[in-house]
């Protein structure tokens, strides 16, 4: 979210946290180094979804999720065919949403929801391996275990 807000200064980055001390360390760097383009809100995605019915995003960026590797607690990952239904139906025409992890399968099952998807949404899909941003804390810790680190966009058209 900090390479965001000085990429995009004029711009609102809008994070979903519900962890205190993920809210807590966001807004402490906040404050010591006076970014006020970093909104955050400290619930899960399905409530900001229901209070901010007509939300319209530009880029959205999921970037490694708790895969949820075991099969009996996959129904717990972020992304799933339903989220993505609500995360592109609230991307403006040209709006793009970045999903990264190193958890082969989790990538697997997302790009197979996305093409599904296809058929319902005009949208482009691409894979790649370079972020489009920065790397963050997980996905150095990915390039420290070795382990190999997917990315997909998807973009409205």
Not at 92 to 101: A, P, R, S, V, W
Not at 114 to 120: A, C, G, H, I, N
Not at 141 to 150: D, G, I, T
Request: proline share 4%; aromatic share 16%.
């Amino acid at each position: 979210m900090f390479y965001l807000s000085k990429k995009f200064p004029r711009n609102k980055i809008i994070g979903i946290e519900p962890y205190k001390n993920g809210l807590a360390n966001v807004s402490d760097y906040c404050i010591k180094n006076k970014i006020n383009n970093i909104y955050l809100y400290p619930f899960v995605f399905d409530k900001f979804k229901e209070r901010y019915q007509n939300y319209l995003f530009e880029r959205c960026y999921i970037f490694f999720p708790d895969p949820w590797p075991k099969k009996k607690h996959q129904k717990r990952r972020l992304v799933n065919h339903q989220f993505l239904i609500d995360v592109i139906s609230h991307a403006n025409l040209k709006g793009q949403i970045y999903f990264g992890t190193d958890n082969q399968q989790y990538f697997n099952d997302v790009k197979s929801h996305v093409k599904k998807l296809k058929k319902e949404y005009k949208i482009n899909i691409k894979c790649f391996k370079k972020t489009p941003t920065t790397i963050t804390k997980y996905h150095n810790r990915a390039l420290k275990l070795k382990n190999k680190v997917n990315f997909l966009k998807i973009e409205k058209l």
